[in-house]
């Protein structure tokens, strides 16, 4: 009896640790497959057909959207639009100061941006993510995202408007292997925004609603291919499926592209200096979006000889670029 009790008191011990270590290790397992879900893809998931949800949560930068039957919660990269209540006092102070207006002001600010994504987004639209998560406080897990409407990056639009600022987490674009190239197209339309003084910029002139009077072109991505991507993944186990790579993803308009070959067959002496559009501006050999950018925000000029004076051209880009203007 007493050798049978030592067998039974062994084996009661080893199922104890046994299934304690089944649990540890069942534990562990549970959290690394966590974490991988919230690290997100490496590649760009592309949800099209989009749809915004109305919810009181909404706000200029981070919304709700349905693909099919399916809800997410995105937030926008690189921007970031005032908060539209006070629940986060502290924010609002920053965002505030940041724009040289009260806390009311910065709260009207955030209000106008939430109208304005409404506006934009009324109209199926396109989601471009990592599905990395981007954190909050709602139930739903909320990631970050590239928004492309019919006009283009939603963000730049905000920006442009001066219902945002650049500023947040960062990515590259797809199609871009740096977030830096987006990052000076945005500081040039705050800067634009900052100068017309428009939306947040204007909000003690009573210029809040104000609407930017110079054309801007905004970036857009498209997929490489006719074949477009799933626009209705049925669950959140079949979105990685559908993620395409970066590499097959480009900017419709890239930024800062130069020397093309139907460039090289630009006419001489055609472009006028303080009428040409960014499109107009981009034809020429050595000028990209943010280059073009910075001559619209410099006119008027006296000639096209005053190009000397933009920023980023150099005796070297202006002898390069000069010949195509009148």
Known sequence: MR????????????????????????????????????????????????????NPANDGDSFHVSVGAKEYLFRLYLVDAPETDARNPGRLIEQGKYFGITVPQAIEVGQAAKEFIQEKLSQPFTVLTH???AMGQSRLERFYAFVETKEGDLGE?????????????????????????EVEKLQQFEDEAKREKIGAWGANSGRLNAHTQTPA??????????????????????????A?????????SPVGT???????????????????????????????HVMAARIIAA??????????????????????????FQ
């Not at 395409?244 to 419709?252: G, I």
């Not at 040409?276 to 050595?286: D, I, N, R, S, Y």
């Open 3 to 54: 050798q049978g009790g030592r067998l039974i008191l062994r084996f009661s011990i080893f199922s104890r640790v046994g299934v304690g270590a089944l649990i540890a290790v069942a534990v562990l397992g549970a959290s690394v497959v966590h974490v991988a879900a919230r690290n997100g893809s490496k590649d760009w998931v592309v949800l099209e057909n989009c749809r915004l949800i109305t």
């Open 131 to 133: 599905m990395s998560d």
């Open 157 to 181: 639009q905000l920006v442009r408007n001066g219902l945002a600022r650049s500023y947040g987490f960062k990515a590259a674009p797809p199609g871009l292997t740096s977030s830096r190239i």
């Open 217 to 242: 072109t905004f970036s857009s991505f498209v997929a490489d291919g006719k074949t477009r991507l799933p626009s209705t993944p049925p669950d959140s186990s079949a979105i990685f499926p559908i």
């Open 244 to 252: 395409k790579s970066a590499a097959s993803l480009t900017r419709s």
């Open 258 to 288: 130069t020397g093309s070959h139907a460039k090289e067959k630009i006419p001489l002496g055609n472009i006028d200096i303080n009428t040409a559009t960014e499109k107009e501006l981009t034809t020429v050999p050595g000028i990209g």
């Open 299 to 324: 006119r008027p000029f006296r000639s096209a000889d005053d190009l000397k004076r933009v920023s980023g051209i150099g005796k070297k880009k202006y002898a390069q670029i000069r010949p195509y």
